[in-house]
C-alpha cells in the first residue's frame, strides 16, 4: 500500500509555471508507476502525465503535451509535475496517482492508489 500526497498547487498568471509535487509513503515507491490527473469544475477527470518504473518512459495528455514534464526521484519518494506556459484552461485539481506495474499507461482505471489532490488556478 502507498499514500500520496499532493502539493505545489496555487494560483498563477497565465503564462506562468508551477511545479507540483506528489509525497510517497512506503519503501516500494520505486516498484510504481505514477501518473498525474486533473479534473476541472464540472467536467471528468482527465489524464495529464505518466511516468514508468524505471523512469525511461513517459506520456503526456495531448492538451499539455510540450507544456509539461513528469519526472520522478525514487530517493525522495517523490514524482513531480513542472508545468510551464500555464493557461487559463489549465485550471483544475491535480491528482497523482500510482499503479502496481512497471509500465505507464493513461487509463484512470488502471490506477490503484490516489492523492487527494492539489489545487490550480490559472487566472488571465
Known amino acids: 500500500q502507498v499514500q500520496l500526497v499532493e502539493s505545489g498547487g496555487g494560483s498563477v498568471q497565465a503564462g506562468g509555471s508551477l511545479r507540483l509535487s506528489c509525497a510517497a509513503s512506503?519503501?516500494?515507491?520505486?516498484?510504481?508507476?505514477m501518473g498525474w490527473f486533473r479534473q476541472a469544475p464540472g467536467k471528468e477527470r482527465e489524464f495529464v502525465a505518466a511516468?514508468?518504473?524505471?523512469?525511461?518512459?513517459?506520456s503526456y495528455g495531448e492538451l499539455v503535451k510540450g507544456r509539461v514534464t513528469i519526472s520522478r526521484d525514487d530517493a525522495k519518494n517523490t514524482v513531480y509535475l513542472q508545468m510551464n506556459s500555464l493557461k487559463t484552461e489549465d485550471t483544475a485539481i491535480y491528482y497523482c496517482?500510482?499503479?502496481?506495474?512497471?509500465?505507464?499507461?493513461?487509463?484512470?482505471?488502471?490506477?490503484?492508489?490516489w492523492g487527494q489532490g492539489t489545487r490550480v488556478t490559472v487566472s488571465s
Open positions: 496517482a500510482a499503479r502496481s506495474y512497471a509500465m505507464l499507461i493513461t487509463a484512470i482505471l488502471g490506477y490503484d492508489y
Open positions: 511516468i514508468n518504473r524505471s523512469g525511461g518512459k513517459t
Open positions: 512506503g519503501r516500494t515507491f520505486s516498484s510504481y508507476a
